[in-house]
């Protein structure tokens, strides 16, 4: 689902907050070429990553889901110097082409892609200590969203800001009676949210190009 006056509006905000670039639109161009889907964050929405770990101060990063790390090279870019991003991707081939793209960056010292399922890196990283992360951006498969809250979690410190991508699934999120697995999912992941109480948390919707969907941001309390 996608609307005229969305799409016109977002290429109105795009142009003067968020143009492109040739290393953001040549990351596209080789995700596209290696056969990766578009389902990248749009310009503005990068923007807000972007902005928000701006606005954090935040010095360490967790991506879950790098796709072609287009994602990541706004969220990279925000990082001042000595600051680190994790990224978590599941596809060899994914990584390979965010491994290139975050290079023509210039972020492969800053950024590093691990390959693996979260459900396995995740908990790696928690046992090895790593962390507390200054931003979460969980963006990977939606039915393992409720899982990667918990991890996050783990991998947190009051003050974290976690933010999932795709929680409003035009509309879908309202539908009680919903089996599409992906649905599901972040309804779990929203009613976990309610029910933590180490997180204060609320969704924002959003429309734009890639139609009517939502990020669901909360704050870890100390
Ligand atoms: N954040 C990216 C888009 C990510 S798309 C951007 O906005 O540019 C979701 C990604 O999650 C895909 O690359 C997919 O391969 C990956 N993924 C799916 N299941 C996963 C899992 N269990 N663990 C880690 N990554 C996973
Ligand atoms: C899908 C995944 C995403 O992270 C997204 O932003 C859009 C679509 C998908 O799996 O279809
Ligand atoms: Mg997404």
Same mark, same amino acid.
């Given at each position: 689902?996608?609307?005229?006056?969305?799409?016109? $509006? @977002? /290429?109105?905000?795009? $142009?003067?907050?968020?143009?492109?670039?040739? #290393?953001?639109?040549?990351?596209?161009?080789?995700?596209?070429?290696?056969?990766?889907?578009?389902?990248? #964050?749009?310009?503005?929405?990068?923007?807000?990553?972007?902005? +928000?770990?701006? !606005?954090?101060?935040?010095?360490?990063? +967790?991506?879950?889901?790098?796709?072609?790390?287009?994602?990541?090279?706004?969220?990279?870019?925000?990082?001042?110097?000595?600051?680190?991003?994790?990224? +978590?991707?599941?596809?060899?081939?994914?990584?390979?082409?965010?491994? &290139?793209?975050?290079?023509?960056?210039? +972020?492969?010292?800053? #950024?590093?892609?691990?390959?693996?399922?979260?459900? /396995?890196?995740?908990?790696?990283?928690? $046992?090895?200590?790593?962390?507390?992360? /200054?931003?979460?951006?969980?963006? &990977?498969?939606?039915? !393992?969203?409720?899982?990667?809250?918990?991890?996050?979690?783990?991998?947190?410190?009051?003050?974290?800001?976690?933010?999932? @991508?795709?929680? #409003?699934?035009?509309?879908?999120?309202?539908?009680?009676?919903?089996? /599409?697995?992906?649905?599901? !999912?972040?309804?779990?992941?929203?009613?976990?949210? $309610?029910?933590?109480?180490?997180?204060? &948390?609320?969704?924002?919707?959003?429309?734009?190009?890639?139609?009517? @969907?939502?990020?669901?941001?909360?704050?870890?309390?100390?």
């Amino acid at each position: 689902m996608a609307d005229d006056r969305w799409t016109a $509006a @977002d /290429d109105y905000i795009d $142009a003067r907050l968020a143009p492109g670039d040739p #290393v953001l639109e040549a990351a596209l161009k080789a995700a596209a070429e290696a056969g990766l889907p578009s389902i990248n #964050v749009s310009p503005s929405q990068g923007k807000l990553l972007q902005v +928000l770990a701006r !606005g954090l101060g935040a010095r360490k990063i +967790l991506e879950i889901g790098t796709l072609g790390g287009y994602s990541t090279i706004w969220l990279g870019r925000a990082l001042p110097p000595g600051g680190r991003l994790i990224t +978590l991707e599941v596809s060899p081939h994914h990584a390979d082409v965010a491994r &290139a793209n975050l290079a023509r960056a210039g +972020l492969e010292k800053v #950024v590093e892609v691990r390959v693996g399922r979260a459900q /396995d890196t995740l908990p790696a990283m928690v $046992a090895a200590g790593e962390g507390p992360f /200054d931003l979460i951006f969980i963006d &990977a498969d939606k039915a !393992g969203y409720p899982a990667y809250l918990d991890w996050s979690l783990r991998l947190s410190r009051p003050g974290t800001v976690i933010l999932a @991508d795709n929680v #409003v699934r035009g509309g879908q999120i309202a539908d009680p009676a919903s089996e /599409d697995e992906a649905v599901v !999912g972040v309804q779990r992941y929203i009613e976990a949210l $309610a029910a933590e109480p180490r997180v204060s &948390a609320t969704v924002i919707q959003t429309v734009g190009r890639k139609g009517y @969907d939502g990020f669901a941001l909360a704050v870890v309390q100390g």
